[in-house]
């Protein structure tokens, strides 16, 4: 297994490298970090040059860190200039484009749907704009904008559709939470530790076979008891006030969604 540090290229788009790479002691031999715009084409295929894979993923910017309704347009053109340099990069061999679970979970059908919703479905965007859901409309939008650029330049992408990230900074105003509720009662409001989604970025980029989509996620919330949990990790202050349910673990909400594929490429992975 190539270890994680000796991937050649490594983005964290609007991040500057003392962010990044804070608390982490790495060798200089083999890593290189390279501030570039995503919107300055050139300055991507500067960072590119002599990499093999690339491992994308989009946060807003530090002027503009909530989504809206223009966050969209934002996430887009940056998603379309990173897949674009990698089409003109000769020597990458695969793309690993993290989207999120927000970008599968919000359709109208939802809840009549006979099948479990699963890395086949995307979110319905007019769905999403109806209601506000500006991180659906974001990662929707963005991952369909690097699948058809990647289709018609023929680059090698896999995307990784990724649950609630569960980060030690972790707020009740992350974008991805708008909706929580209504995720929670339709059994698809699913989230994801970091080592776990760590591993399947690895896992993904090292197995040759891996394609097209992979819900990731290691949990679901879908008991009471598992949404007291997570709110108190929100909103401490609230803590005293939020109660343990009685029938502890027993009372839950069924399981809407699935990661069988994912689960089925990993396991035989060693971290």
């Known amino acids: 297994m190539v270890p994680f540090l000796e991937i ?9 490298e003392e962010n990044l790479f804070n608390g982490i002691s790495s060798d200089p031999d083999k890593l290189r970090v390279f501030r570039s715009d995503p919107f300055d084409y050139h300055s991507i295929i500067d960072a590119l040059r002599g990499c093999s894979g690339l491992f994308y993923s989009f946060e807003p910017p530090f002027d503009q860190p909530n989504y809206d309704e223009y966050m969209a347009d934002v996430e887009v053109r940056a998603a379309h200039n990173v897949l674009e340099a990698c089409a003109q990069t000769e ?8 989207s999120s679970a927000t970008a599968v979970v919000w359709r109208e059908d939802r809840k009549t749907m006979e099948l479990d919703l699963d890395e086949r479905h995307w979110s319905d965007v007019n769905f999403c704009r109806k209601f506000k859901l500006w991180h659906g409309v974001s990662k929707t939008m963005a991952e369909k904008s690097a699948w058809a650029l990647a289709m018609d330049r023929g680059v090698n992408m896999v995307s990784i559709n990724a ?3 569960m980060a030690h900074d972790l707020s009740v105003k992350h974008p991805y939470l708008r909706g929580a509720a209504e995720m929670y009662e339709d ?11 760590v591993d399947a970025h690895i896992c993904v980029y090292e197995d040759v076979s891996s394609y097209g989509r992979y819900l990731c996620f290691n949990h679901i919330i879908n008991t009471h008891d598992d949404a007291v949990q997570l709110a108190r990790k ?26 069988k594929k994912l689960n089925k490429l990993m396991v035989d992975f060693e971290a």
């Not at 050649?8 to 500057?16: H, K, R």
């Not at 059994?187 to 989604?197: A, M, Q």
């Open 8 to 16: 050649d290229f490594l983005w964290d788009c609007f991040s500057g």
């Open 91 to 98: 020597t990458i061999d695969k793309v690993i484009f993290t």
């Open 163 to 165: 649950g609630l990230l």
């Open 187 to 197: 059994g698809v409001f699913v989230t994801v530790d970091l080592g776990f989604l």
């Open 234 to 259: 929100l909103t401490p202050g609230a803590s005293s006030s939020l109660q343990q349910s009685d029938d502890y673990g027993k009372s839950f909400i069924e399981q809407r969604i699935n990661n």
